[in-house]
């Protein structure tokens, strides 16, 4: 029954590097991949979505430094956390939505910490 599936977070210092990567059960070409996060206390926000190489956002505090890819031979998205913040530390999710669904499916995230 499992979907989405996220791996890559752990403990970090800051200015350093992750790559999060996430597994999808179903076709994602054409589909709407996007990272969200969720630090404790504050709501889920957007990261970053793609729905193909040129076609990508990215919230005001990942641009220049996070990036989104995927290879959808492979059903794998993933996201490069570069010059990493405090700040950054949340629990990362993994939504694949087809573009005409209303919600997608999501992963049960993983837990990113940088500390100071």
């Known amino acids: 029954q499992v979907q989405v599936e996220e791996s890559g977070g752990g403990l970090v210092q800051a200015g350093g590097s992750l790559r999060l990567s996430c597994k999808v059960w179903r076709r994602i070409a054409n589909t709407i991949s996007a990272w969200y996060r969720q630090a404790p206390g504050k709501e889920r926000e957007l990261v970053a979505n793609i729905l193909s190489d040129d076609d990508t956002n990215y919230a005001d505090f990942a641009e220049g430094r996070f990036s989104i890819s995927r290879d959808n031979l492979k059903k794998m998205v993933y996201l490069q956390m570069n010059s990493l913040k405090p700040e950054d530390t949340a629990v990362y999710y993994c939504?694949?939505?087809?573009?005409?669904?209303?919600?997608?499916?999501w992963g049960h995230g993983t837990q990113v910490t940088v500390s100071s």
């Open positions: 939504l694949s939505r087809q573009v005409w669904e209303s919600s997608g499916y």
